[in-house]
């Protein structure tokens, strides 16, 4: 149980274009959904913290505008990077997390590069 | 904020030898999680731990959680090849309708066959 999965594995855009993640939770419901950035050899970098129906809250220095979080059901979240740029490439991956709100299960990530 | 800080930040072994990863905060958790991560793909829960003093055994890996919850330790016995990977513990600090998780910055573990 508590699989979560995240579309697309990896994805390559041109600067200026928008891009979406999805992240799912397959087996349970999800009261909160975390999305998160990872740098090669770092630790995760939390960037915002979303719970379904509501707006996201996105962490200090992570711009909202520019990283829309969606939390529209219990089981699917989704993050839009707007306007790439070449220093948005990296590593995202999404968390969910369901009674046991301490417990957070990982999707695969998604690797973005941005040409 | 909360900050967790992570001993050693890399660690190469040859296998069959035992390990220790230690995790510390000057603040107190309301549980902590351990993570295993392997290249390209996402965190994998190993353990929560939730009371002080506590121990966990997972196979050849055996957690411990602090008496004042500030501190955790997670220690290898005869470490295999498989158990490559980057090492996460992550505390979670409690808030109204969700437990924030703070992670820290890992340990890196390679082991040698």
């Known amino acids: 149980g508590a699989v979560v999965s995240q579309h697309p594995s990896w994805v390559i855009c041109k600067s200026g274009t928008s891009v979406k993640i999805e992240c799912r939770s397959l087996d349970f419901q999800a009261t909160t959904m975390f999305w998160y950035r990872q740098f090669p050899k770092q630790s995760l970098m939390l960037m915002a913290t979303s719970n379904e129906g509501s707006k996201a809250t996105y962490e200090q220095g992570v711009e909202k505008d520019k990283f829309l979080i969606n939390h529209a059901s219990l089981t699917l979240s989704t993050l839009t990077v707007t306007s790439a740029h070449p220093e948005d490439s990296s590593f995202y991956i999404c968390?969910?997390?369901?009674?046991?709100?301490?417990?957070?299960?990982f999707g695969p990530g998604t690797r973005l590069t941005v040409t | 904020t909360q900050l967790l800080e992570q001993s050693p930040q890399f660690l190469s072994i040859q296998e069959g030898e035992n390990l220790t990863v230690y995790c510390n905060s000057s603040?107190?958790?309301?549980?902590l999680q351990w993570y295993r991560q392997e290249p390209g793909e996402g965190p994998v829960l190993l353990v929560t731990v939730v009371t002080g003093g506590e121990v966990k055994k997972l196979k050849r890996l055996t957690f411990q959680f602090g008496d004042a919850r500030k501190d955790s330790s997670l220690h290898i016995t005869a470490a295999q090849p498989g158990d490559t990977g980057l090492y996460l513990c992550?505390?979670?600090?409690?808030?109204?309708?969700?437990?924030?998780?703070?992670f820290g910055p890992g340990t890196s573990l390679s082991v040698i066959p």
């Open positions: 992550a505390g979670a600090e409690m808030k109204t309708s969700y437990d924030k998780v703070i």
């Open positions: 603040s107190v958790f309301s549980s």
């Open positions: 968390s969910a997390s369901g009674t046991n709100s301490y417990e957070q299960y």
